[in-house]
Each structure stands twice: as structure tokens, then as C-alpha cells.
């Protein structure tokens, strides 16, 4: 089982990795054009995608996975694939409609919600941020529909072990972002609208992608859509049932960062661009490592649930915690030892300035021990809705979004914007922690002695590979000083290089040898592909 997960893992995270790294790409072409602190621009176009970015967050990697994934899944196993497939339809369907009135709601209220989400006496002193972000807010409104789509279509095809595709799609926002920088922002002025509506139009563009490049996988597996509805079909009142209370229970870290949003309105301009930089470097690694090993999980813990196979589940959540932990600890510490040069090589450039690379720097660092709390929830609250029980996940989730309230008001009137990351990151391993205590309970044990030797041997590693990661970009800069993008980019790799190998070096000393496993399953994915 072990062996399996990791060669689906390593599929999804190749295509993940694609994804990620042209949300790179896309992260420094628009830092490059609007910055961060220099102007309204990007603090409003980060309050207005809050909302239809909230929605896509608990739909994509949330609610909408964790409730039909289970179901479709069994109904593909008991019922048969025609059977399976009309469930699609009805789930399609029933999404249109749902997010289609949520759209012409975002769009008539927008200017309250944007106030509700932007309630900072300095955002609103800026002239004109206040409405740039309630017009930004209606254009990316229609967003709604087309990732609810897109996301019931990532679910049949991962329920058919057909992971690359709905991996990959992702990266269509991406792209949309990058082509729309270059060649609808130049032309926004021209028909009466600012430059940065062609970001908000991109996102839209990049949900409509991601439904056309699933849609052929998914139509050579047999899927024809079909205009039908029935809200009392046993399947959809499943997932009904089971996504209600799980949009609360995998809700807390979408949460916290709209709470965030709003407590960094009352900061200087650019913080809300400070933490939502920070926020999607930090990701990257959770989508990398995270959501792939989740993603590869969750039909197998699905099926083994349905079986009622409890050593069977066991053996896979362990396996995928392990896995987690063995790639993200070392991405914590890389993030928190480099995340100056880091940021610096992908984002500062043109309107991006040294003061806004120092700054997003910073909250990188208090962001980045979450990383380990957030994979984990990716795997541990899934297995809850699989097991048919959705009240732990909603109770310690919202027990956690209550400790990030409280942490969050008390740190940022001591730390400012950084408070509010370190707030974050705090809640995330406690939600995580909470959620995993409760599941071993459930399933008497998760390997906790196994897991607990890996976590120490991987800490001691990876404590290791920070300090050489550390020394080696202190002397490099020495060596290399300079702004150009080639020397930043050599001082950050060489810096990251040297960090790798002290961490495989004692990574074999001290006897890890899942961490050697996981890396060449990737690898070799990698080359065969």
C-alpha cells in the first residue's frame, strides 16, 4: 500500500509541481507590474478574490473532495459506472445552480462584502481602494461556477485513479494570469477600467480552463453531461449531508486567512499583499507534497472505510503521514532559513522593491511552521467525512478558528502583519494535532511510535540541512554580490543544493529510508514522463 501511494503521489506531484511552479511564474509577473506597497492595486485585488478564492479553496482541496470523492466512489464500486456517472450529473448540476445564485448574490452585495472584508480605517483612507476592490469583487464573481465544475470533474477522475490530468489543471489559472498580463492589462485603460481588471478577468478565464482540459480525459472514461436534476437522489443528499458540516471542518485555514484579511487592513499599505505573497509561496510546498499525497490517498481510504477495513486505513493514513512529514519538514525549515533570498529571486522586480522583499520575507518565516499543520489536516479531516463521521472535523475546526481569532488580535498589536502569520501557523498545528488525536482514537492507532521515530530523525536532518542551507547563502552573498536575476538565482540554488545534500547525507546516517524512497518515486515519474 505504501509503494502504491507513493508512485500516485508522485504522479500528482508532477503535475502539481507544474502547476506550482507557473504559479510562480504567475506570482512574479504580477509582483513585477503592480508591487506591493507602491500602490491600491494589488491589496484590492487580494480583498476582492478572497471571496470566490475562499469558495474555490473548500470546494478544490475541501468540502466538495472530502464528501464526493467517498460517494462517488462507492456508488462506482456498488452501482456501477452508469450509475456513477448520472450521480456526476445531478452533483453538476446541483453546483450550477448553487453557484449560480451565489454569483448574482457576490454581485449585488459586493460593496458590503467588500467593507466586511476590508473594515481597516487605513485601507478604506486610501482614495478609491475601497471601490477598485468592490468592482474587482464583481468581475471575479462568475469564478464561482466554473471551479465548482471543474473540481466535481477532478473528483470522478481521481475516484477512477486518474490523477495526472486533474493535478495539472490548476495550472490553467495560471496561465490564464500570465497571458492576461501581457496581453489584456496593456488594453484595461482603453475600454474605462483599471490595469489590474485584467488579473480579475484572468481568473475567470483560468476557471473555465481547468473544466476544458478535464474534459476530455473524463469523456474517454465515458462521461456525457446530461441536463438533469433531482436534489432527493439518495447520492447527492449523501454529499449534501456530508458537505455541510464539512465546509466548517476543512473551512479553518481559509478562515483564518480572511480573518487575517481583514486585521491586516488595519496595517500599512501593502500588508495584505505582504501576507498573501507569503501565504501562496508557502503553498507551494503544501500542493507539492500535501495535497498530492492526500489526493493519491483518499480513494483507498475511501474504499477501505466503505469495507470497514480499520487496520487496512491505518496502514494508508500512516503511511501518508509519514510521507508528509518526511517532505515537509525539510520545506519548513528551507522556507523559514531562505526565505529572504527566496522572495527576493521570484519577486522582486520592477514595481516590487526591497522594502516589499523584506517584508513579505517576514511573514513568510511565521507562515512557514504551519506547513506541517495544513498537510496534515489534508490528510486527517478527509478521513472523518470518509468514515461518515463529520462532527470532530467541524467541532476542532472551529475550536481552531477561534484560537487563531484570539491568537491573531493579540500578536498584531505586538508584531503587526507578522503577528497575524505566526497567529496562522499556530492554529494550523492545532487544528492538525486535534484532528489527529481523534482519529487515532477512532481507529485505535495510527503507528504513533513508528511515526514519532521518522518525525525526530527527520527534524535532526532537516535542523541539520538549515544550517548549511544558512552559511551557504551568508558566503555567497559575499562571493556573489549583485541584483541580477541570474546571481540571485545562483545564490538561492546553490544555497538550496547545499542544503539538500546535508539533508540526504544525514538523512542515510541516520537511517531514514522512506526519504530516499518518496524522492526517487518522484524522480523517477519525473524522467518518465
Known sequence: ????????????????????????????VVASLFGASGGPAMDAFNVAFRVPNLVRDLFAEGAMTAAFVPTFTRTLVTQGRDAAWRLGNLVINALLIVTGALVVIGIIFAE???????????????????????????????????????????????????????????????????????????????IGLPP?????????????????????????????????????????????????????????????????TALASTQEQGAVSFLQYAFRLMYLPIGLFGVSIASAALPDISRQAGEEDKSAMRGTIASGLRMMLMLNVPATIGLIVLAQPIVEFLLQYRAFTSHDTAATAAALMFYAPGLIGYSAVK???????????????????????????????????VMGYRGLALGTAISALFNAAMLLYFLQERLGGLEGRRISI??????????????AAYFAAAWLNGMLPGDGWYLRGVRVFTAIGAGVSVLLISARLLGIGELSLAINRVLRRITRR
Open 454 to 467: 521518522v518525525f525526530t530523525k527527520i527534524l535532526a536532518a532537516s535542523a541539520l540541512m538549515g544550517v
Open 196 to 260: 489590474i481588471a485584467g488579473i480579475a478577468i484572468a481568473a475567470v478565464l483560468g476557471g473555465v480552463g481547468q473544466i476544458l482540459v478535464q474534459w476530455p480525459s473524463l469523456a474517454k472514461e465515458g462521461f456525457r453531461y446530461r441536463p438533469i436534476l433531482d436534489f432527493k437522489d439518495p447520492g447527492v443528499r449523501e454529499i449534501l449531508r456530508l458537505m455541510g458540516p464539512g465546509t466548517l471542518g476543512l473551512a479553518a485555514v481559509q478562515i483564518n486567512v480572511v480573518i487575517n
Open 1 to 28: 500500500m505504501s509503494s502504491r501511494l507513493a508512485r500516485s503521489a508522485g504522479v500528482i506531484s508532477i503535475a502539481t509541481m507544474a502547476s506550482r511552479l507557473l504559479g510562480v511564474v504567475r506570482e512574479t
Open 379 to 413: 490528510i486527517a479531516s478527509p478521513s472523518f467525512y470518509a468514515l461518515g463521521e463529520a462532527r470532530t472535523p467541524v467541532i476542532v475546526s472551529m475550536a481552531s478558528v477561534g484560537l487563531n481569532l484570539v491568537l491573531n488580535i493579540m500578536l498584531v498589536g
Open 112 to 190: 458590503p462584502i467588500t467593507r466586511l472584508m476590508a473594515w481597516g480605517d487605513k485601507f478604506r483612507a486610501v482614495p478609491g481602494k475601497l471601490e477598485l476592490t468592490t468592482q474587482l469583487t464583481r468581475i471575479m464573481m462568475p469564478f464561482l461556477p466554473t471551479i465548482a465544475v471543474a473540481v466535481a470533474m477532478m473528483g470522478m477522475l481521481n475516484s477512477l485513479h486518474r490523477f495526472f490530468v486533474p493535478a495539472l489543471s490548476p495550472a490553467m489559472f495560471n496561465v490564464a494570469t500570465i497571458v492576461c498580463a501581457f496581453v489584456v492589462v496593456p488594453y484595461m485603460p482603453a
